[in-house]
């Protein structure tokens, strides 16, 4: 123990958050302080799944499972497996795995130093490759937290957990999961990927439906607990199951996204429908019109996504419940989002209340007044987590636009500046035929938002963003990170000084 008592060297630094404490140097491995709103949610759900298990476990008078199992296939420092150990009870061992040499080597360190050699054990190979070797040992919870995109680890990962085990996975690569490049998410997710302004949780229901399909060529299901859409990454946590039988619903799970290119509406289509009678059908087609009903655009087609619930309302309840327990950095923040996916209808998609009302170069309606008018429709409304101008609600299509339209009657915009071929000009010369009222609805102010909850992200840090592959994201003189673009401000002035200097050095006489 004399070791752990030393002084870091001068290139190292002390990292604490939550329970440990890590040393990190700037050759090694990656550590990135964003993410810890992202490791303490992951312990809140750990902590809750194994509560939940053996509470389980007594209701239906089943064997009480006392320790569970869990692999973190890519560790880095150490840090989240070492907070599992020290933070959640009911843990048998931890495997925190690296394939980096000087990655592992911190890891050991880190182990020692924070003194849970009994919990955690280091391993240096591919992540992949041990996986696959666990397939019959398995794992009763898996981390998967990468550099961009987690789609190389799932064949393995879905194999390698046991049944009614968690897969806790984290996507970065959020510039092709949002539209940005179609072709690229299709070779990496299987779905093309649509610009829309629900690309947030597109994202998460994409990566869910990649999930399911590897599940289900081994027999398994995914039940998704809580999917997350928060500042520059998707976290999803899903239990995974083996039947058969379930694996066929996901035909009825899973399906096309269509985006007019014109108003931007959305329509979903699953691939299959349920018969009341037992069995599956497929859905008509085509589903959509060639043409927009709203403005007469044409459709762009995406997908297939996840048309599935994104959370499990009972576990986040379960969470919140557990959250008064726990002491977290980040606590208010989770309980902010948490109290907004409770409130979240389980409906796919969603509009944004600005980009609805510049379709047609209106002004905007605050935000309770468009909820109203939805309520008072009788139709439901939520939020979604992913956006703080998210409508997301069951109403139809028709009746959301006859709620623009009417909205515009009262506040009419200079129709001589639109183009006579703008969707603008064909959605607002449609007759209305919902009874559209503004008066101010009771349970249009959300719970969360009346509580004055920390519901959405906040503004970008000095520390915004992914980060570089296998780098430190700390300045270990001042404790802050130093952008790059800083770094080569003056870059070319600086070269063009130190030419002259030694000019003048060889021109010296002697």
């Known amino acids: 123990m004399e070791q752990c008592a030393k002084k870091p060297k001068l290139d190292n630094i002390n990292i604490k958050e939550g329970k440990a404490e890590i040393l990190v140097n700037d050759t090694s491995v990656f550590y990135n302080p964003v993410q810890e709103f992202n490791r303490d949610l992951s312990i809140a759900v750990l902590a809750t799944y194994i509560k939940n298990i053996n509470k389980q476990a007594i209701e ?32 048998k061992q931890i495997i925190a795995n690296d394939i980096s040499a000087k990655a592992v080597e911190s890891i050991k360190k880190n182990i020692y130093h924070n003194a849970v050699e009994n919990l955690v054990k280091p391993s240096q190979e591919d992540a992949t490759l041990l996986m696959y070797q666990n397939r019959k040992t398995k794992f009763d919870a898996i981390d998967l937290d990468p550099y961009g995109c987690p789609t190389t680890f799932l064949d393995s990962a879905v194999q390698c957990v046991s049944d009614g085990g968690l897969l806790m996975i984290t996507a970065t690569d959020m510039a092709v999961l949002a539209g940005n490049s179609p072709e690229t998410c299709y070779l990496k997710y299987g779905a093309i990927s649509l610009r829309t302004k629900a690309c947030h949780e597109m994202a998460l229901r994409i990566l869910l439906q990649n999930i ?44 096309m996204v269509y985006q007019c290119t014109g108003c931007e509406t959305i329509t979903t289509q699953p691939l299959c429908y349920k018969k009341s009678s037992g ?51 980040t606590l208010k923040r989770i309980e902010g989002v948490l109290n907004v996916i409770h409130e979240e209808l389980d409906i796919p998609l969603y509009y944004t209340l600005n980009r609805l009302m510049s379709i047609i170069r209106c002004i905007t309606p605050s935000t309770l007044i468009f909820r109203s008018a939805l309520l008072n429709a009788g139709y439901n409304v939520s939020y979604s987590h992913a956006c703080k101008t998210s409508i997301k609600t069951d109403a139809p299509n028709e009746v959301i636009w006859d709620i623009v339209r009417a909205w515009e009657k009262n506040n009419p915009i200079k129709r001589n500046k639109l183009s006579n071929d703008s969707p603008a000009i064909k959605i607002l010369d449609t007759p209305i035929t919902t009874n559209v009222s503004f008066d101010i609805h009771p349970l249009a102010n959300p719970v969360s938002r009346q509580n004055r909850l920390t519901r959405f992200q906040q503004n970008p840090t000095v520390n915004w963003g992914p980060g570089t592959r296998s780098k430190t994201r700390i300045d270990l003189e001042n404790g802050d990170e130093i952008p790059k673009k800083i770094k080569n401000q003056n870059k070319n002035s600086k070269k063009e000084k130190l030419q002259v200097t030694n000019d003048m050095e060889k021109t010296k006489p002697l």
């Open 60 to 91: 239906t008078n089943a064997k009480k499972k006392d320790e569970i199992c869990i692999l973190e296939a890519l560790s880095a420092t150490g840090l989240r497996s070492i907070r599992y150990a020290k933070e959640v009870m009911g843990i």
């Open 212 to 255: 399911a399909s590897h599940a289900a060529r081994y027999g398994r299901y995914i039940i998704p607990i809580l999917s997350i859409s928060a500042d520059f990454y998707i976290r999803v946590f899903v239990k995974v199951f083996s039947s058969q039988i379930k694996c066929k619903e996901n035909a009825t799970k899973i399906g």
């Open 279 to 329: 069995g599956y059908k497929l859905t008509s087609s085509p589903y959509v019109d060639q043409f927009c009903k709203i403005c007469n655009y044409k459709h762009h087609e995406g997908g297939p996504i996840w048309l599935g619930p994104l959370h499990d309302q009972h576990f986040i309840s379960d969470l919140l419940c557990n959250l008064n327990e726990m002491k977290l950095g």
